[in-house]
Nanobody, 122 residues
Framework: QVQLVESGGGLVQTGGSLELSCVAS????????IAWFRQAPGKEREGLAC????????IYGDSVRGRFTISRDKAKNTVYLQMDKLTPEDTATYSC???????????????WGKGTLVTVSS
């Protein structure tokens, strides 16, 4: 059973930084990709960044490119999201999602964590 657990959210002032972690368990030695999304109250879910479990490049959404950095620690099955220069517009619940290969090709199933709340005060 694949499980994702996010951590690192909290309250930060405008201009501050936070680092979120997403620990994936149950993926075994399979190749996988993990993406970070966020959703603010009353807004649609927004994709932020993604990275794979191997050596592939990080990919960023336009709204966070240059401020957020996604990285991996393969040995720890952990993906990080370093968030810098935060503004109140970054306030949201941040979640990670994993696609495990090749099983997703058979099942179409991805795996979501429960999310971690980030609040940026003005």
């Amino acid at each position: 059973q694949v499980q994702l657990v996010e951590s690192g959210g909290g309250l930060v002032q405008t201009g501050g930084s936070l680092e979120l972690s997403c620990v994936a368990s149950g993926a075994g030695s399979n190749y996988y990709s993990i993406a970070w999304f966020r959703q603010a109250p009353g807004k649609e879910r927004e994709g932020l960044a993604c990275i794979d479990s191997s050596t592939g490049p990080a990919i960023y959404g336009d709204s966070v490119r240059g401020r957020f950095t996604i990285s991996r620690d393969k040995a720890k099955n952990t993906v990080y999201l370093q968030m810098d220069k935060l503004t109140p517009e970054d306030t949201a619940t941040y979640s990670c999602v994993a696609a495990i290969y090749p099983s997703i090709l058979r099942t179409g199933k991805d795996y979501w964590g429960k999310g971690t709340l980030v609040t940026v005060s003005s």
